[in-house]
Nanobody
Framework: QLQLVESGGGLVHPGGSLRLSCVAS????????IGWFRQAPGKEREAVSW????????AYAPSVKGRFTILKDNAKNTVYLQLNSLKPEDTAIYYC????????????????????WGQGTQVTVSS
């Protein structure tokens, strides 16, 4: 059974850093594109970053570009999201999602592209 498990969330001060992990089980990530999404209280879920199956191509939402970095380690069946220079507005539940890629180089930006989701990990940025 395909499963995604996020970890690495927590409470951090503004300007701090966290590294989120998304570990896949029941399948291998080498043919799956991955997206990271987040949902803040009272807001809709939004895309944060997304990466191709081969890990070569990636993109970021404008609000996190230059602060967050996505990395796909197919050997470890894990995708990471490094969060730096965190701001209070980054507070949210962060989810990873997977989809079987039509091409190993393609990235997928929208929620509707992803059929498989993890349960999320809470990130709270507060002083």
């Amino acid at each position: 059974q395909l499963q995604l498990v996020e970890s690495g969330g927590g409470l951090v001060h503004p300007g701090g850093s966290l590294r989120l992990s998304c570990v896949a089980s029941g399948f291998t990530l080498d043919r799956y594109a991955i997206g990271w999404f987040r949902q803040a209280p009272g807001k809709e879920r939004e895309a944060v970053s997304w990466i191709s199956a081969d890990g070569v191509n990636s993109a970021y939402a404008p609000s996190v570009k230059g602060r967050f970095t996505i990395l796909k380690d197919n050997a470890k069946n894990t995708v990471y999201l490094q969060l730096n220079s965190l701001k209070p507005e980054d507070t949210a539940i962060y989810y990873c999602a997977a989809r079987l890629a039509f091409s190993l180089h393609l990235t997928y930006e929208y929620e509707s592209h992803y059929p498989d989701w993890g349960q999320g990990t809470q990130v709270t940025v507060s002083s």
